[in-house]
């Protein structure tokens, strides 16, 4: 019995927590591809926390601002979307298709750098599609000022040119370098009151599962209205607000499971 065999047999599809799961096997399977590094499944894990806390569906903040998000992307000069680890493994497909949509080339950035992992990221997205792939050769690297991670490599064509940049999933001291140079700065974050939450013009708080094929269906609509009608959608969003919203529907949602929670162990 091979892996796949062995991995269909153990995750039944009747599973009630069978997506979760599913991605939960797709970060495992990154990791020992070189893509994802080890951190990566302790990140994939706090997320799943805030998602249960968030109902496990894209909630309204959450498609207020994957449409402003949107729109102030097509509104940009050089979009540029970033790929790390845990994206490649969960999303490949998808950030392809949004990369096509927007026009917006992918551009893979780590943290965590390991001999064979950018490789090992640029084969995944070549597999879903992608052509227009940056972040590859060194000789076109150069580096962010006010950062020391291995984040600070960036390429010239890519996100050091780049005025706006999608940044999938936590990642708080770039978005803060990224802003302090005058870039606006999309965030993808399960947790709403991380660094990059907060540091970002635009954050969804959302699932980058649901949020990215989501930002791709919105993009196709977008694209066919005027460039004042997307400045409109900008410029009413609210960051702030949008996040003590998504505050209020996790204390909600809490607030409710305190009743709901044991209801069927009553039955």
Known sequence: MNNKDNQNRTLPKTHPRYQSLKYRHLIIKGMKNLVVAQ????????????????????NGPAKKAIKAAVAMLLLAKKPVISVNGNTAALVPKE???LSNTINAPLEIN???QKKGRTEAIRKV????????ILGIDEDNRTTLDNLESNRRFV?????????????PLEDGDRSEALKKIGK???AVDLNPISRTAIWANITIVDNIVRALPEMSEVAEELKKIEK????EIVNGFNNQKNIQDVLDLIKDYIDSQKEDAFKSLQT
């Open 155 to 167: 390429d010239v064509a890519g996100i050091y040119q780049g005025d706006c940049i999608l940044v």
């Open 95 to 97: 950030l392809v298709r």
């Open 125 to 132: 997205l070549v597999d879903a599609g992608a052509k227009d």
């Open 39 to 58: 951190a990566g499944l302790i990140a994939h894990g706090r997320g799943e926390c805030f998602d249960y806390i968030l109902g496990e569906k894209t």
């Open 184 to 186: 606006k700065v999309i």
């Open 228 to 231: 004042e009608q997307l400045n």
């Open 110 to 112: 780590l943290f965590y």
